[in-house]
C-alpha cells in the first residue's frame, strides 16, 4: 500500500480525496472508530487489530460481564504512556456490534469513561489502539499485545494478572529453597 | 512451482495435459477432492490444509461423535461469505479413510448438507476450503483457521465458542468494577 | 555451512579428510549416533533436533517409565515410509545420558527392536531422524515434529491419540446434532 | 544500529563519549545493570529480554515467594557454561522495582549469592544473561530461553522439571508396552 492509495478526510471524516492511485477500495467501515480517536484524543495514527490474545483478552472473564481488561505489577505496562510499573492497566471492553460503524457510540463512550487509556478492546473481535504519532502507536500496539498474552497465558497456570502479587506472608525453607508459607512463623 | 508444473485437467477430472515443464510429480489424491468443490459449488479455487488447529478441532468433541465444528458471535465470521456476526458457523466435520481418494463420497455429501458453508473439515486430517476465486479461497483459509485456533485456546480456558455469551444476569461490583453474578438484584 | 566446511568419515566413523575450508570446528559428539543410522538402517541422512515439542514428548508419560511414543490415526503418519493411517505410529525413547556419545549402546539396541522406525526419541533431550535420503530424512523430520506437537497439545485437553478414537456407541441429539452418548439406545 | 550508534562509558559506567553519529538517543537507564556483569564478572557482553517465557518463569511459583528458577535433568542446560546434565540450573529472581537502575543492588547481590549463574531473571520483567564473550552471551540466551520455554510448557501438564524423574519403582505391562506402577511387584 502506498500514500496514493489512501483516502484523505476532514476531521468530520468525510472524503476530501480518494485514492489517486485509482484504485478501487473503498473506504475503511472502521473510519468513524478512527475519527474518534482523532477527535477525542488528538491521535496521530490508529491500529485496529483482530489478534487472538486481543479476542481471548475479552473471553476470560465474559460470564461476569466485565467491562474491562486490568493488569498490573508487569514492566511492559511502562510501555503506555503515563503508566508507571505500579499501576493498573485498565483497557475498556465493549460489545461488538453485527456492523463495525456501530461502535462508534459505545468506543466514544470507552474514551471518554478512561481517559488513561490508548486501547479500546472489542469483545470477541479485537481491539483499537491509538497514539499520538504513528511510532508511538506502533510501540503502545506492540505492548498491548504482549501484555493481552501475558494474562492469556498465566490464566493457563491459574495466575491471575489484576491484582498484585499476593505473597504468602511468612517464610520457611523446601530444599535449601527460601519460602513461604501462610500461618508459618 | 510454476504453471507450467502443473495438470490441466476438464470438468470430470480427466487429464487434458501433463505438466508442459515435464516435471516427474503425479496427480494428487486430492484431484476428485478439489473436483467436487469445482463441480458442486462452482469453486475458483480448493485449499487443502494439515495444519494443527484444523485436526485439532476435529478432535475437541470427537468422543461424542459431533459431525460439526460450530461458533458464533466471533467477527472473524463475517469474512466467510453469506455469513454474519450472529450467525452460526458450521464447518461438516467428515471421518478419515486409509486413502484420500475414499474421502470423495462424504465430502460430497458434506457439501450438500450444508449450502452455506465453504469448507470441510477431515477428522483427524485436516480441511478443504474452496472460494469463488483464488481470492476468496485465500481470505477465507485464513478465517476458517483463525477461528479454529479460537476454538482450540478457548477451550484451554474452559470457554465454549459453540454457543453465544452466557451471561450471569444480574450486576454487582468487586474492586469497584462492575461485574454480574447470578441471583444478584 | 558450506561442503568444504565438513568433516568427511569413513563407513566405521573415522575421520577420513578435516574441513577443506581449514574452519576450527571439531567432529560432533553425535557422529557415532549418526553413524549409527548410517550403518543399520542405511540412512542417506540423519537430523538431531532439540525441538521443545520432542522433549515434551518424552516427558509426558515419563513417572510411567513408558518406553515409546505412540500414535495412531493422524493423518500425518502417512508421511512416516511404511505407515498408514490405521497403523499405530511407534518411536523408541531412550534414557538420556551425561555425555552424547553415551547414547550410542541404547541408540542402536532402540534401532533393533523397533525395525519400522525412522526416529529414536532422547528422553528430556530431543530426536534423532533419518531418512534413505535427505530429503527424505528432511520431510520426515516434517511429519514426526508435527505428530509429538500433535500429541503435546492434545493433552492440554485431556485427549488421547495413542489409542483410536473411543466413540460413544449409540447417538442422540443435542441443539439438532446429531451426537453420542454411553447407555442409549 | 551501527557502532557509531553507542555510547562509549569507562569501567565505572561514566560516558566517555556520546554517539558519533549524533543521535539522539540517551542512554539506557539500564546501563548500571549492564555495568554490574562487565565488573562482577568479567562479561563480554549482556543481553536483557522481556521475553514471555521468562516473565512467565518468574511467575508459575511467585506465591511460595520462591527466589530463584530451578531445572535439572534437560540436554540444554549443557548449553550453560559450567552446567552438566545433571546438574540444577539455578536462576536467581529478583523482585522488580518501579525504576529500573533501581534494580542495581538486588542484581549485584544475586551475582555475589549465585556464583555459577549466567542469568538474573527479574520478577514480572524479564532477564539479564551474559557471556565471557558476545558469541556466548547470545547462545547463553537461547539457552535461558529455552529453558525456561520448557519448564513453562511442562507446566500447563502438571510436570515438574525442578527436581529429576519421579520414577515409580516397579514395572508391568500395558498393552504389551513396558511401564512401571507404584506397589507392583
Known amino acids: 500500500m ?3 492509495d489512501m483516502f484523505v478526510v476532514d476531521d468530520q471524516g468525510n472524503v476530501v480525496e480518494p485514492p489517486r492511485s485509482g484504485c478501487s477500495s473503498k473506504l475503511s467501515e472502521c ?3 478512527f475519527m474518534s480517536a482523532y477527535q477525542l484524543r488528538n491521535a496521530g495514527a490508529v491500529i ?3 489478534a487472538l490474545e486481543a479476542v481471548l483478552a475479552t473471553l476470560l ?3 461476569y460481564g466485565t467491562m474491562e481488561f486490568r493488569c498490573t505489577q508487569l514492566e511492559m505496562i511502562k ?3 503515563g503508566h508507571g510499573y505500579y499501576d493498573d492497566l485498565e483497557v475498556p471492553i465493549i460489545e ?9 457510540w459505545s468506543l466514544r463512550q470507552a474514551m471518554e469513561a478512561f481517559p488513561k487509556t490508548y486501547a479500546v478492546l472489542v469483545r470477541r473481535h479485537g481491539v483499537y489502539i491509538w497514539g ?6 506502533k510501540t503502545q500496539a506492540e505492548c498491548y499485545h504482549y501484555l493481552f498474552s501475558a494474562v492469556v497465558e498465566a490464566t493457563k497456570h491459574d495466575l491471575r494478572l489484576d491484582i498484585g502479587p499476593q505473597r504468602e506472608p511468612f517464610r520457611f525453607f523446601r ?3 527460601p519460602r513461604y508459607r501462610p500461618g508459618d512463623a
Not at 96 to 104: C, D, I, K, P
Not at 132 to 137: E, K, L, M, R
Request: proline residues 3%.
Open 132 to 137: 499520538d504519532t504513528w511510532q508511538q502507536a
Open 2 to 4: 502506498q500514500a496514493d
Open 175 to 177: 530444599n535449601g529453597v
Open 48 to 50: 485496529h487489530s483482530h
Open 79 to 81: 510501555g503506555i504512556k
Open 31 to 33: 473510519a468513524p472508530l
Open 96 to 104: 461488538n456490534t453485527a456492523r463495525e460503524s456501530e461502535l462508534t
Open 61 to 63: 472473564d465474559e460470564e
